[in-house]
């Protein structure tokens, strides 16, 4: 593969130009981590390929090894692993939940402790969605209450 | 694996909380009514001097009861999906019914006396409303305190976030 970079001031913006005689997986993944960085991921429906803006998502969730992204209206899937979701959207309002869900702190409408120290979280639409244990502290954290 | 250590020490460390202040309750009322009770309870069969054996290892079979009790009904290891309302009545039944099989087994009141009985259902009930209320009232602050805290960040972070 071969990499060129061209930093130039005559560039207004970034752009970044990929050349191939045919679209690969890996293509596909290395667009998805970069629309990521516009806070934009490609999310599937039907086949058909979505841009999705990262504020529409309540959660993502992996379920044996597929990947969900959820909205208040829809479903998609996503070639992207959560661990990549989790790094790209650190710095924003995602949190991971549980070893199979990363959470919109925006879409939450309210928490209330649950069970063996987890965190019951009602989202927006009103889905209720668990934060392990394991995580509940790090939403604490995250909150600034411990 | 962490994990688990921590949950074995955190149960075994609720477990002798849960020793101690029995046997701290039971310590006080042997000071205050050890004599006379003596040859009315096998509780207090040393009269005011004291515990004996008998009752400790007693009270530490009951200590270990309440907290397997816990551990089952207070986790969602065995039982996934119960509400707290439930979870609180299994919990209260199985110890009010364990302690009236050591009432019976172990003597620790003539299992003829009504007014024993009454005594300790009274007792019991007041003191396990007491422990729901409370736990109910740390709950809500806390709950509350989570709440508070999810609006102030979406409040602080509302500029440099993603909606």
Known sequence: ?146 | MMEEKKTLYYHIGHLFTTFGIMVLMFVIITDMLGDSAKGYSTLFEMGGKGLSLNTLLQLFALAVIISVCRRVLYSDTLIKSMSMIARNVIFFVAITVTIMLFVIFFGWFPINDISAWIGFFVSFAICSAVAVVLSRIRERAENDRMNRALEKYKSINGDNSVN
């Open chain 1, 1 to 146: 593969m071969k990499i060129e970079i061209d930093i130039d001031e005559k560039y207004p913006d970034i752009g970044i130009k990929i050349t191939a005689p045919s679209l690969t997986p890996e293509i596909e993944k290395a667009i998805s981590l970069m629309r990521m960085m516009d806070m934009q991921i490609p999310v599937k429906r039907d086949d058909e390929t979505i841009l999705l803006d990262a504020e529409k998502i309540l959660y993502i969730e992996a379920v044996e090894r597929n990947t969900f992204v959820y909205t208040e209206d829809d479903t998609y899937g996503s070639d992207l692993k959560l661990y990549e979701f989790e790094q790209q959207f650190a710095e924003k309002d995602f949190i991971r939940i549980s070893k199979q869900g990363i959470l919109n702190l925006r879409k939450v409408k309210s928490l209330k402790t649950d069970i063996n120290r987890k965190i019951r979280v009602t989202l927006i639409n009103g889905e209720q969605i668990i934060v392990s244990r394991m995580y509940a502290d790090e939403l604490r954290k995250r909150l600034g209450i411990k």
